[in-house]
């Protein structure tokens, strides 16, 4: 009877890390998520207001532009792959003020951690909707979806030092 005992709650035990080691793509990815939400948001805190309307030369994306880009991207991209609808929110524009912007974009990377949470490698092939009215497998929407991230990540951190600023992971 104790050996069952035992056994039962050393399967219980185990079964968190089991059930992550059959899902390495969505811990990987939600891993990811955290870890670029962190640094986005911090890059874009450390970005001083004054300077949202910056963009290297005129056919760049202002920095204020990449933050809201971002933010709507996170609630299309997230809620897709974790099929989930993201929350109705006001509008916002590249223009609006730092703080709205960064309220923005925290919140959305706050979402993409509740619509991922469950998110396991069962559906990696499921089909999803996109843009342009194409369909695009989960995992190659979470594989553009990282590279969109670190794409914009550059950009940030390159915009940061055009502006005498260090990017949060040059800090650490």
Same mark, same amino acid.
């Given at each position: 009877?104790?050996?069952?005992?035992?056994?039962?709650?050393?399967?219980?035990?185990?079964?968190?890390?089991?059930?992550? +080691?059959?899902?390495?793509?969505?811990?990987?990815?939600?891993?990811?998520?955290?870890?670029?939400?962190?640094?986005?948001? +911090?890059?874009?805190?450390?970005?001083? /207001?004054?300077?949202?309307?910056?963009?290297?030369?005129?056919?760049?994306?202002?920095?204020?532009?990449?933050?809201?880009?971002?933010?709507?991207?996170?609630?299309?991209?997230?809620?897709?792959?974790? =099929?989930?609808?993201?929350?109705?929110? +006001?509008?916002?524009? /590249?223009?609006?003020?730092?703080?709205?912007?960064?309220?923005?974009?925290?919140?959305?990377?706050?979402?993409?951690?509740?619509?991922?949470?469950?998110?396991?490698?069962?559906?990696?092939?499921?089909?999803?909707?996109?843009?342009?009215?194409?369909?695009?497998?989960?995992?190659?929407?979470?594989?553009?979806?990282?590279?969109?991230?670190?794409?914009?990540?550059?950009?940030?951190?390159?915009?940061?030092?055009?502006? =005498?600023?260090?990017?949060?992971? +040059?800090?650490?």
């Amino acid at each position: 009877m104790r050996l069952r005992l035992f056994a039962a709650a050393f399967a219980a035990a185990l079964m968190p890390s089991l059930t992550a +080691a059959q899902s390495p793509v969505a811990v990987a990815f939600r891993d990811n998520a955290k870890d670029i939400g962190k640094n986005l948001i +911090a890059a874009a805190d450390v970005m001083p /207001a004054d300077k949202y309307g910056f963009k290297p030369t005129p056919a760049q994306m202002s920095f204020g532009d990449i933050v809201a880009h971002l933010a709507q991207g996170n609630d299309f991209l997230c809620g897709s792959i974790g =099929g989930v609808k993201a929350p109705a929110r +006001a509008k916002i524009s /590249a223009t609006d003020s730092k703080d709205m912007l960064v309220a923005r974009l925290r919140e959305t990377f706050q979402f993409c951690d509740e619509a991922l949470a469950s998110l396991d490698d069962s559906k990696l092939t499921a089909q999803l909707p996109m843009f342009g009215g194409k369909t695009m497998s989960r995992a190659a929407i979470e594989t553009l979806t990282t590279g969109d991230w670190a794409d914009h990540y550059s950009q940030a951190a390159i915009y940061l030092r055009l502006n =005498g600023l260090l990017p949060p992971t +040059a800090k650490k």
